[in-house]
């Protein structure tokens, strides 16, 4: 089986890249966004002729939450313009297509956990793009799976979990807010759960919500990563209710994960024990990025 990653250098990318040499049985095509700009109809055209990929992991994207703001043109080019072509040339080449979205296509404004079948409603522009992008690939394919997920972290790229332990080494007083319920979510959970789909070659396609269990503020996440890391003394850790950003975010954000556990008799993994499991290992294995 071939499998095309698209957006290779990213922090899902790199977890994809990472747990693939558990799956010899697949080739793989990790490319970036310099050996494969996603934008470009031609250079996909050329890539999905030369290789015909079985499968497509989308994990390019414009992922910059506070200058998508200004960046309004560029946010859906990349998330929306651009996924409509790869699913119009996955649908032709018959390749199924994974894409990963997000909790913040929701205004945030629910109590209870947001089901696959509640109304959208975003509140900044990355999640309007993002909306979009499903929005092109469910109207354009059917072998398709979309996975919701929010907070991803990790030890590659740029994410909250690496800022805040940076922050920690440089000893920075931490204000973080307490604003916001979601649940952080361990990108390495996700690339080997989308790795084991992909051998399963399952066809239960269509959209779902994958995200780590249980719920946490940024500020509850902060602290457990500096409790973990036994910082707790040397740092000091303030709740602040609101910390001033240019881009709205969702105030509530949990993501319902019911239907993703019994379509694929999987139990997702609690963000806590996620988050343990992680630092105990790159506290034995150090960092790569
Ligand atoms: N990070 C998070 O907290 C969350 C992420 N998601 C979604 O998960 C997915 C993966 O996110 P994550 O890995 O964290 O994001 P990253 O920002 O780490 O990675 C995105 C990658 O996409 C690449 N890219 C950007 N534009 C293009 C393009 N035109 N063609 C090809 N590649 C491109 C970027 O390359 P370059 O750097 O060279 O531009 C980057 O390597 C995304 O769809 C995101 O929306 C959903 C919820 C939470
Ligand atoms: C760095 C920092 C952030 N914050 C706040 C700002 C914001 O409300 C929240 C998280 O900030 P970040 O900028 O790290 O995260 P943000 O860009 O909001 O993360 C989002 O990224 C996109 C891609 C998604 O799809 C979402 O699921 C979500 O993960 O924490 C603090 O309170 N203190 C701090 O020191």
Not at 49 to 73: G, L, M, R, W
Not at 248 to 273: C, G, I, M, Q
Request: hydrophobic share 35%.
């Amino acid at each position: 089986m071939k499998v095309l990653v698209t957006g290779a250098n990213g922090q899902l990318g790199k977890c994809l890249q990472k747990h693939s040499k558990k799956f010899p049985e697949i080739e793989f095509f990790f490319e970036s966004s310099q050996t494969l700009n996603i934008t470009s109809e031609e250079a996909l055209t050329q890539f999905f002729n030369t290789h015909q990929p079985d499968f497509c992991i989308n994990c390019a994207a414009y992922t910059n939450v506070e200058a998508a703001e200004s960046e309004e043109k560029l946010a859906f080019q990349v998330n929306s313009e651009a996924v409509k072509t790869l699913a119009e040339t996955c649908k032709t080449k018959n390749t199924k297509l994974v894409h990963i979205s997000t909790d913040y296509v929701f205004d945030g404004l629910k109590h209870r956990p947001y089901l696959e079948t509640d109304s959208e409603n975003p509140i900044n522009i990355y999640g309007a793009s993002k909306l979009q992008g499903e929005v092109m690939i469910s109207e354009t394919m059917d072998r398709f799976f979309i996975f919701r997920t929010s907070w991803l972290y990790s030890e590659f790229g740029h994410n909250f979990f690496n800022t805040i332990l940076k922050k920690a080494d440089e000893r920075a007083e931490l204000n973080i807010t307490t604003e916001q319920i979601g649940t952080p979510t361990n990108a390495n959970d996700l690339a080997l759960f989308i790795l084991n789909l992909i051998t399963e070659n399952s066809n239960v396609f269509g959209l779902y919500h994958y995200s780590n269990q249980g719920e946490a503020t940024w500020y509850d996440f902060a602290r457990l990563i500096l409790e973990e890391k036994q910082l707790e003394q040397d740092v000091h850790l303030k709740a602040t209710f609101s910390y001033p950003t240019k881009a709205k975010r969702p105030k509530y954000s949990v993501l319902d994960k019911t239907k993703v556990e019994e379509a694929f008799n999987y139990k997702v993994p609690h963000w806590r024990e996620s988050l343990v499991g992680l630092l105990k290992e790159v506290n034995s294995e150090g960092f790569r990025s």
